[in-house]
């Protein structure tokens, strides 16, 4: 395979990028007209289908209760005040993460407390953050970052010994277990996003599980500016805001619900794909399985090797000029100009390490089979021509 490379003006292997969104069904989109038609298009307690919604995702996962709101950022700043997470509290997060599992706890007042990663999983290690518990600390936010399980039973273990709450952030792991639990029910809140990109879509979305009534009135006051109903109206009982998901969307999500089991298998097979063609390309590596913790397919990471780690970004440019639909690992969370302000001291040597040395290939369920045979010999290609980009 020496053709030469779409970066250098050669074709490329795939006509286009593969679509990044997976577009709406027949039934979603009538799903959500009827619900345009039939019932308000919000509501401030729920009801009709949020609670449809609600209900139907705690079961599928195994939770007592689900609040919906209005996206993942809503479901994080809702389960942090719920968990009474505020001014002078330190939160342990990783830095591994989209921005928002650390700025929602800075909108919370508190100060996030970044340790340091597992090399395997990309997810918070518990005996970095158990280095890191201090009189300050309130809670630990373990992430399940690229449908990989955070070992939450760890952090779970660690939160008892110091009293603090587990807020899991699962919004790239829907469908993602650890011992057989799904994400999202092994801490004390499970926050989810529905936003356009992830495994179980709404447009935009999010939910809070737990197995808590009290926390679930609390989360349902906060959605809606800490309101409640009483007998003479609502009254506000809580701090809060407006996360109200509208209803129409839950109708959206009811149906993604529906098909998310099939939709996990299509992911799987298509990462399955996907590894078949890492297999027979040299310096690339998948990140392996861990025992115990059972991963969905969401932008599988794949790890360089040292001779090709320095190659990163310009492979990732020539895999994109393909059409091939790849991603940069993003660097640690405290890089973020205004994290750094807060978080000085930072710096998480496993999270720098593999992060420079990662990309990633997205795997929708969507991707047609020639779509797939097109992103596998796109890599083929690209890695086949590697010394041409090492100049
Ligand atoms: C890990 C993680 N946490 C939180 C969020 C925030 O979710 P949303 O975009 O629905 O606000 C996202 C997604 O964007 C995410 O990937």
Redesign the pocket.
């Known amino acids: 395979l020496s053709e030469q490379l779409a970066i250098s003006g050669g074709t490329p292997v795939l006509p286009e990028m593969p679509p990044a969104f997976e577009p709406m069904s027949a039934d979603e989109v009538a799903a959500a007209a009827a619900t345009l038609r039939d019932v308000p298009l919000t509501t401030l307690f729920g009801g009709h289908e949020i609670e449809r919604f609600e209900n139907e995702y705690a079961e599928f996962c195994g939770a007592r209760f689900g609040v919906a709101v209005n996206?993942?950022?809503?479901?994080?700043n809702a389960a942090l005040l719920a968990a009474g997470v505020g001014p002078g509290d330190e939160v342990i997060t990783t830095p591994l993460?989209?921005v928002?599992?650390a700025s929602t706890i800075v909108q919370a007042g508190a100060r996030p407390v970044f340790a340091d990663v597992e090399p395997d999983t990309y997810c918070l290690d518990p005996a970095a953050a158990a280095e890191l518990v201090t009189p300050a600390t309130k809670a630990i936010l373990p992430?399940h970052?690229n449908g990989y399980p955070a070992d939450v039973p760890a952090l779970n273990e660690l939160a008892a010994r110091h009293g603090l709450a587990v807020v899991e952030?699962a919004?790239?792991a829907h469908g993602a277990r650890v011992g057989g639990r799904h994400v999202g029910t092994l801490g004390d809140y499970g926050?989810f996003?529905?936003?356009i990109?992830?495994i179980l879509r709404t447009g935009?979305?999010?939910m809070v599980l737990t197995d808590d009534p009290a926390a679930a009135d609390r989360l349902r006051a906060i959605r809606v500016n800490g309101m409640a109903p009483g007998p003479a109206g609502s009254v506000v009982v809580a701090l809060g805001a407006n996360y109200t998901m509208p209803q129409a969307m839950a109708s959206i999500g009811r149906r993604q619900l529906a098909r998310h089991p099939e939709a996990l298998v299509e992911r799987a097979h298509n990462a399955k794909l996907l590894l078949d063609a890492v297999d027979q390309v040299d310096g690339l590596t998948p990140l392996p399985d861990t025992a115990g913790r059972e991963r969905v397919a969401y932008f599988p990471q794949l790890v360089l090797s040292d001779e090709l780690a320095p190659l990163r970004d310009r492979l990732v440019a020539a895999l994109r000029a393909e059409n091939v639909p790849a991603a940069i690992c993003r660097p640690p969370l405290y890089h973020v100009p205004y994290l750094r302000e807060i978080c000085p001291d930072a710096w998480c040597p496993v999270a720098e390490r593999q992060t420079a040395r990662t990309l990633s290939v997205d795997v929708m369920p969507c991707y047609t089979p020639a779509q797939m045979d097109g992103i596998a010999a796109g890599l083929r290609k690209v890695f086949a021509n590697v010394s041409r980009l090492a100049d």
């Open positions: 996206s993942g950022t809503s479901a994080l993460s989209f928002a599992s992430v970052i952030d919004a790239q926050c996003s529905f936003n990109g992830k935009e979305g999010g």
